[in-house]
């Protein structure tokens, strides 16, 4: 049994997109997280729809699969890190066109999920405020997903209004469940910011899941870090997703790591081929025993 894995072009910063994508293939992945953002693929480009048929190709050439990441830090804001957002007390509509420009480019790609969060709600600002801005901006995200047919991933984000797989599971509720909202995990944040354990996480967005980050975190700490530096269980993490049949990407998230990243990825994805032979061993043995 075996899953899908991906790097995240947010942690290959330094690189060109071409020269990002041929080292992710080179070692191996099968996929991409693809960060809309300008040392990348801008979605704002005047140049936009020619990137993307380029981009496209070099998938193909690739034989890399693809999912739309939203959280560039400044692509909205070059004074304030991921403002606007869905939650903010103005601009909301700024946010909300990135987004469908993300859909569109998605789209384009034939990527598997477009990723996207709430944001932090600023300070003084009541829940029922939250979630009517919330509800309102996303519901335009929504609608342009299903004219397109493409699969929207919400992430739940430590420290923002939708923390936990509770509260986008809450979301889901709230907008009458439709079936283009499905969830995000990044299995780092379970660690940093869940009561629940790791497996339990994945459990509960269960058939939802649509997407996954990898990454290893300390409880309490929101920084991404190399797997064997926090208090990660990879191996709880892979059995999750096998236990759960899920097919889609389970990409690295390590954007800090930019500095070094040819060898982080190939670190990164020897620690994961190592976890996943663990847990079909296990699988084995248990088999066998049964």
Known sequence: MSVRFGY????????????????????????????????HLDPFATDVATQVKAVNRRLDED?????????ARYVLDAW???????????GRERRVDLLCRAIRIGAEL??????????????GTSADEGWRRLLTSIEPVLEEA?????????????????????GVL????????????????????????????????????????ANVQLDDMLP?????????????DLTEALRALLDLSYGGLAAVELPRHGHAAPAVAERSLNALRAALRSVNQEKETEEARA
């Open 80 to 90: 304030h890190k991921h403002e606007p957002t869905l939650v903010s007390a103005s």
């Open 110 to 123: 034939g990527a598997e999920a477009v990723s996207f969060w709430s944001g932090t709600l600023p300070a």
């Open 63 to 71: 034989g890399l699969a693809v999912v739309i990441e939203t959280g």
């Open 220 to 232: 309490g700490v929101h920084e991404h870090l190399e797997f064997g530096a926090g208090h990660v």
């Open 8 to 39: 995240g072009t947010n942690g290959f910063g330094n690189h060109r997109l071409p020269d990002a994508l041929g080292v992710i293939a080179g070692l191996g992945y099968d996929g991409v997280a693809l960060t809309l953002d300008h040392p």
């Open 146 to 166: 299903a004219r397109l047919g493409v699969v929207c991933a919400f992430e739940p984000e430590p420290g923002m209004f939708v923390d936990t797989v509770d």
């Open 170 to 209: 809450e979301l889901r509720h709230r907008l009458g469940s439709p079936d283009q909202l499905r969830v995000t995990v990044d299995i780092g944040h379970c660690v940093c910011n869940e009561s629940r354990s790791l497996a339990a996480c994945l459990h509960a967005a269960g058939s939802l899941l």
